[in-house]
């Protein structure tokens, strides 16, 4: 996945539009899913390139994922919901990084929701689990499961997902 630009030589550059030479004391960290093939070239002896996956390193991960959410938990809005959940903190650290499979991305989703009240009066136990959980529940409650079909919010969904270029909120209302 690279592209080539016909002007030189040097020319090639990886996907993110990086120099195949990087110069002394650049470091670039890049992620990707566990299931797309990204190479990641680089012909730099300064900057030798190391593969990590944090899938060999699930302690850690953990660790880091605990080490978050202590301190996420103290934003307001969270500490809010916290004392509203009369559950102890470190419950919460090991329910949630339980609940996430120790994805950040979870995390990062589910949060903001905790606080703003998407999941109030729901047992912990009920949030969803992992990030494919995550995006069914939320699926399902924007409505999309309902019958018939939200025809409009699928289409909607459809013109957001092609379209190239930012859409502002205050366009003209859409209509069924």
Not at 38 to 56: A, K, R, W
Not at 87 to 109: G, H, P, T
Request: with cysteine; hydrophobic share 45%; charged share 20%.
């Amino acid at each position: 996945m690279e592209c080539a630009l016909p002007q030189s030589s040097d020319s090639m550059v990886v996907l993110i539009f990086l120099p195949r030479v990087l110069i002394e004391k650049v470091f670039v960290l890049m992620t990707k899913r566990v299931s797309v093939a990204l190479p990641f070239l680089t012909e730099s002896p300064l900057s030798p390139l190391y593969s990590l996956s944090l899938l060999d390193y699930p302690a850690e991960n953990r660790s880091d994922v605990e080490t978050y959410l202590r301190g996420q938990f103290e934003d307001p809005a969270l500490a809010l919901w916290i004392t509203s959940s009369r559950l102890e903190r470190e419950i919460l650290v090991q329910a949630l990084a339980d609940k996430s499979e120790n994805n950040f991305m979870y995390i990062r989703y589910v949060l903001p929701e905790l606080a703003r009240g998407a999941y109030a009066g729901i047992d912990l136990r009920q949030l969803p689990v992992g990030l494919k959980g995550y995006y069914r529940d939320h699926w399902d409650r924007m409505g999309m499961n309902q019958t018939p079909a939200p025809l409009l919010k699928i289409n909607l969904l459809y013109l957001l997902s092609v379209t190239r270029t930012p859409i502002s909120r205050g366009l003209q209302t859409l209509r069924e």
